[in-house]
């Protein structure tokens, strides 16, 4: 299974930007999917995931700020990302697993698959 993330980019504060990830895989459908972030010299951390039948979680930094959403017919994922401030600035890595539960949504471990990774810079 291969990701590969894109959308990324250089902006200023309160733009917006939109990532995608495709997934190389034709039973997407049966994924979770995710975002996790990582900051210079900190560790990644969950921003958003959706499972199978679309229910959707957020980390409380990005709640009413991101909308993550899925095409199965795409193969894709979505990060839609408005009010940007200077701490959203990280690399942004998309992930998949197939046995993504509730309870660890948030867990990178949950995700057996993950992409490259697209940098995401704000400026203030």
């Known amino acids: 299974v291969q990701l590969q993330a894109s959308g990324g980019g250089l902006v200023q504060a309160g733009a917006s930007l939109r990532l995608s990830c495709t997934i190389s895989?034709?039973?997407?459908?049966?994924?979770?999917a995710a975002w996790f972030r990582q900051a210079p010299g900190m560790e990644r951390t969950f921003v958003a995931a959706?499972?199978?039948?679309?229910?959707?979680s957020y980390a409380d930094s990005v709640k009413g700020r991101v909308t993550i959403s899925r095409d199965n017919g795409r193969n894709t994922v979505y990060l839609q990302m408005d009010s940007l401030r200077p701490e959203d600035t990280a690399v942004y890595f998309c992930?998949?697993?197939?046995?993504?539960?509730?309870?660890?949504?948030?867990?990178?471990?949950?995700?057996?698959?993950w992409g490259q990774g697209t940098q995401v810079t704000v400026s203030s």
């Open positions: 992930a998949v697993g197939p046995s993504v539960i509730s309870s660890n949504v948030a867990s990178q471990t949950a995700y057996a698959h």
């Open positions: 895989r034709r039973t997407f459908s049966s994924y979770a």
């Open positions: 959706i499972n199978r039948s679309g229910g959707r």
